[in-house]
């Protein structure tokens, strides 16, 4: 089966952008909110300064804390409340001579930023609403703040026009980056796929292989493989023509899906060879699927694909050994199929020689 490798490297890459951005803008604004405090003691601002030195405190402590736990998210949710109670009290207080609303676009896009399309736009309705209470609302005691109606009304349509362009490019990005996901895995699962019979190709079948063989070392859970090969298919091209013998191996890959586990993996090895990898099965147990295999196929109804001649396979099997690597593997159950061919064809042939034709132990 096709791994999602590419689904988990591009979430990797994604994670690996976050962090960094979070670190960046951070540790940006934390100098930013220092520098701003020190010049409101300089002002005698007082209130304006611990609301900055408290902000710049928290905004690094999330950062650090995301660091240590290596969850972004801590240091994106950290820094967003901080802007957001920056936003409103700088709304609320006006600032330094009321300049305070012109920090809003930048902090704003600051969250949508950290946040993403879908949490940014809802951050943008939050502090819509929370801009319009503070500089529309009659009698907050806590707002000492006054603007003119004329400059209320061009901020909030303003700060909306802002929001509106960049809900729209951070759709488009975020978008953009999902169909990449959706094109990087799809290309991933057609290299990892036989484009004929849509059966796991050499590639993900070798990966399997090296994890299954990971797994052998480690715990001892034996493997085995069976070769297999349909017999006579060159006749079947040359008499019935190449698409039917397209067909054929179509036909004969959904048969072998059909009857295998789920946790077995089916590949189409090269032209009418299949090879099929068996977790956890022994020398034994390897040979009775192998045989159920050749008995299916031995009746595979052929009709359906115009195709009157009968059919059959020849199968080699193997199962791990310690001194075995992945590619003496593979080699023993080609000559073990190649056995099976020199026996007369229609056989399951394994390593002790012996020759389980038609349902029988020779």
Same mark, same amino acid.
């Given at each position: 089966?096709?791994?999602?490798?590419?689904?988990?490297?591009?979430?990797?890459?994604?994670?690996?952008?976050?962090?960094?951005?979070?670190?960046?803008?951070?540790?940006?604004?934390?100098?930013?909110?220092?520098?701003?405090?020190?010049?409101?003691?300089?002002?005698?601002?007082?209130?304006?300064?611990?609301?900055?030195?408290?902000?710049?405190?928290?905004?690094?402590?999330?950062?650090?804390?995301?660091?240590?736990?290596?969850?972004?998210?801590?240091?994106?949710?950290?820094?967003?409340?901080?802007?957001?109670?920056?936003?409103?009290?700088?709304? !609320? %207080?006006?600032?330094? /001579?009321?300049?305070?609303?012109?920090?809003?676009?930048?902090? =704003?896009? @600051? *969250? +949508?930023?950290?946040?993403?399309?879908?949490?940014?736009?809802?951050?943008?309705?939050?502090?819509?609403?929370?801009?319009?209470?503070?500089?529309?609302?009659?009698?907050?005691?806590?707002?000492?703040?006054?603007?003119?109606?004329?400059?209320?009304?061009?901020?909030?349509?303003?700060?909306?026009?802002?929001?509106?362009?960049?809900?729209?490019?951070?759709?488009?990005?975020?978008?953009?980056?999902?169909?990449?996901?959706?094109?990087?895995?799809?290309?991933?699962?057609?290299?990892?796929?036989?484009?004929?019979?849509?059966?796991?190709?050499?590639?993900?079948?070798? !990966? %399997?292989?090296?994890? /299954?063989?990971?797994?052998?070392?480690?715990?001892?859970?034996? =493997?085995? @493989? *069976? +070769?297999?090969?349909?017999?006579?298919?060159?006749?079947?091209?040359?008499?019935?023509?190449?698409?039917?013998?397209?067909?054929?191996?179509?036909?004969?890959?959904?048969?072998?899906?059909?009857?295998?586990?789920?946790?077995?993996?089916?590949?189409?090895?090269?032209g009418e060879e299949f090879l099929v990898l068996l977790p956890q099965t022994n020398q034994e147990q390897s040979l009775i699927v192998a045989e159920k295999l050749r008995k299916a196929i031995e009746v595979i109804d052929l009709d359906v694909i115009g195709i009157t001649d009968p059919v059959t396979a020849s199968f080699g099997v193997e199962c791990i050994s310690a001194t075995q690597n992945i590619s003496e593997l593979i080699a023993a159950s080609d000559r073990n199929l190649y056995e099976a061919k020199r026996h007369g064809r229609n056989q399951v042939f394994d390593p002790a020689g012996r020759i389980c034709a038609k349902g029988t132990v020779e």
């Open positions: 089966m096709p791994s999602n490798r590419s689904g988990i490297a591009i979430r990797e890459i994604d994670q690996t952008r976050n962090f960094q951005t979070i670190n960046m803008i951070g540790l940006a604004g934390v100098a930013f909110l220092l520098f701003f405090g020190v010049n409101a003691i300089l002002q005698e601002n007082y209130l304006l300064a611990a609301v900055l030195f408290g902000g710049s405190v928290f905004g690094l402590f999330s950062i650090l804390l995301m660091r240590s736990t290596r969850n972004y998210g801590y240091g994106s949710y950290g820094i967003s409340i901080t802007v957001a109670t920056i936003f409103a009290y700088l709304i !609320a %207080s006006g600032g330094v /001579e009321n300049t305070g609303p012109l920090w809003c676009y930048s902090l =704003f896009l @600051i *969250i +949508m930023l950290l946040q993403g399309f879908k949490k940014g736009v809802m951050a943008f309705f939050v502090l819509l609403v929370v801009a319009i209470v503070l500089m529309f609302y009659p009698n907050l005691s806590f707002v000492s703040a006054e603007y003119s109606q004329t400059f209320k009304i061009r901020f909030i349509a303003s700060f909306i026009a802002l929001g509106i362009m960049a809900s729209i490019y951070e759709y488009l990005r975020w978008k953009s980056q999902n169909d990449y996901v959706v094109i990087s895995h799809e290309l991933e699962l057609a290299s990892r796929t036989d484009a004929l019979t849509g059966l796991a190709n050499r590639r993900a079948m070798q !990966a %399997s292989l090296e994890i /299954e063989q990971s797994l052998f070392f480690r715990h001892g859970h034996p =493997f085995s @493989i *069976i +070769m297999m090969d349909l017999d006579h298919f060159k006749q079947i091209n040359d008499k019935y023509g190449h698409g039917k013998g397209d067909e054929l191996l179509i036909l004969i890959a959904r048969l072998l899906l059909k009857e295998v586990r789920q946790q077995d993996l089916v590949c189409r090895w090269g």
